[in-house]
């Protein structure tokens, strides 16, 4: 589900949503409008007013990094694998992988596609 969605099915504005999370009006529309590469962070500050607090109790970077384990190991991948197919560093991988990473939407998405999951499933397992 996007953003507008999310925030559509919570009956909140797009100023109350600004308000909530700290961030501009402008910075939420561009967001909403995919003009904003979005990272694992921000997403969690948007999430956590706009999903059941069950689902938010694990942080976003924490599941990322379990699925992306996860993922890899059983394709039967090594890091170092995952990084060349997904066109990241391997210090990357590791990194993300140990929940170190405020990952990008963008890096998130070329994961999914070399890992052939959902970049959903990698930020909600």
């Known amino acids: 589900m996007r953003l507008r ?14 308000e909530l999370t700290g961030f501009l009006r402008q910075y939420v529309s561009q967001a909403e409008s995919g003009k904003v590469n979005l990272s694992v962070d921000t997403l969690e500050r948007f999430f956590q007013h706009l999903l059941p607090a069950d689902v938010t ?17 059983s394709l039967g991948w090594s890091q170092e694998h ?12 590791g990194s993300l992988e140990r929940g170190q990473v405020n ?8 994961l999914a596609g070399a890992l052939k999951v959902e970049a959903q499933w990698l930020l909600e397992g």
């Open 103 to 110: 990952a990008s939407l963008s890096k998130i998405e070329a």
């Open 5 to 18: 969605e999310l925030r559509a099915a919570q009956d909140i504005s797009q100023i109350k949503l600004a």
């Open 57 to 73: 109790s694990v942080p976003i970077r924490l599941r990322l990094s379990g699925n992306v384990r996860s993922a890899r190991a």
């Open 82 to 93: 995952l990084a060349g197919m997904a066109g990241v560093s391997l210090g990357y991988v």
